[in-house]
């Protein structure tokens, strides 16, 4: 399918705005996940989005009866879950022995079972407006609609604005968080603020990409362009531009394959960026260690001979 053919078609137009915006919003905020060390992070979230969103549906339909599917309200339900659980698995660490990774799979597990419980009470349920609600579990990209999309840069575009609003705090706090407290930033206030908008970049793909694969568009982004700047700045610029850019052409080469799911090429595509830069990135790649390695081995042999040598 030629790019013309490809753009001329609103669905496609869709699907490619739609994951270049969520991959774009991941990629800008997932280096802060990823310097903290807490790449898990963004799995618990995308799992605990799954009941957030379900629970919102559930009020929509039974408390106010409405359409259950209105993606604003998905994704209000899915943020307050989310932040929850992400505020658990910290609190967890805090007032117990735990190690964080241990509490977030804790915390993911249990998430992903109430979510899996009501989405079964959900599907087998006489709710109206239920059709299409799994696709949170594996995503969808070709539901993406207009509404869907500016909803999308909007609640995005929110995380952006907070971030840049409060860069300072963020970078002391992910870099320095004793140095943190000593120059009086709020720790948890920052902590919860900076857990929402990573969040939020995770909540607005669960719809197009599943909350299975929604963890590589946070993580895979920042990780590749980790290999080729070395500023908290720079980074989340390449990290953005590495993940609109690698779900643009994921979502290009689905459609255009024919019948291949969006959301598994987008993630090979972000992999074949992080591959790359793990090779050809020329300050911290495999084959420039490589070859410093090889240069300091021979200097150490010449070294070794020339001292026989002089002996």
């Known amino acids: 399918m030629s ?3 490809f753009f001329d078609t609103h669905t496609y137009r869709m699907v490619f705005f739609g994951t270049a915006v969520i991959g774009l919003v991941a990629g800008a905020l997932g280096p802060f996940v990823y310097l903290r060390k807490q790449s898990l992070m963004s799995d618990v979230i995308s799992h605990a989005a799954l009941p957030g969103a379900l629970l919102a549906f559930l009020s929509a339909v039974l408390l106010f009866g409405i359409d259950g599917r209105n993606m604003l309200g998905l994704i209000v339900g899915a943020v307050v879950i989310g932040t929850l659980a992400a505020l658990a698995a910290n609190a967890i660490t805090r007032v117990s022995k735990l190690a964080i990774d241990t509490a977030m799979a804790v915390v993911l597990t249990f998430f992903f079972g109430v979510g899996m419980l009501l989405l079964s009470v959900i599907t087998n349920g ?3 407006g239920k059709g299409g609600i799994q ?3 594996f995503g969808n990209a070709s539901v993406i609609t207009l509404a869907d999309f500016v909803t999308s840069i909007s609640v995005g575009g929110i995380a952006l604005v907070i971030t840049a ?8 706090r992910t870099f320095d968080p004793d140095l943190a407290v000593v120059l009086g930033f709020r720790a948890r206030g920052i902590d919860t603020l900076l857990f929402i908008t990573i969040v939020i970049a995770t909540v607005i793909g669960v719809k197009a990409v599943g909350l299975v694969l929604m963890v590589a568009f946070v993580i895979t982004p920042p990780a590749a362009a980790r290999q080729w700047v070395s500023s908290l ?14 779900s643009g052409v994921g979502a290009y080469l689905s459609i255009s394959w024919g019948g291949v799911p969006t959301g598994p090429v987008i993630v ?5 960026i992080f591959v790359c830069s793990l090779l050809f990135a020329p300050r911290r790649s495999i084959l420039t260690r490589a070859r410093a390695r090889r240069r300091a ?4 042999r010449d070294s070794l001979l020339s001292t026989g040598g002089a002996r």
Do not use: N, Q
């Not at 700045?233 to 953005?240: D, E, K, N, Q, Y």
């Not at 090979?268 to 074949?272: E, G, I, N, S």
């Open 268 to 272: 090979l595509t972000l992999f074949a």
């Open 233 to 246: 700045r720079g980074l989340v610029l390449l990290s953005a531009a590495i993940g609109a850019v690698g």
């Open 135 to 137: 696709d949170y579990l």
């Open 126 to 128: 006489p709710f109206p």
């Open 3 to 5: 790019p013309i053919e």
């Open 165 to 172: 609003l409060f860069w300072k705090e963020f970078a002391v």
């Open 297 to 300: 081995r021979l200097a150490l």
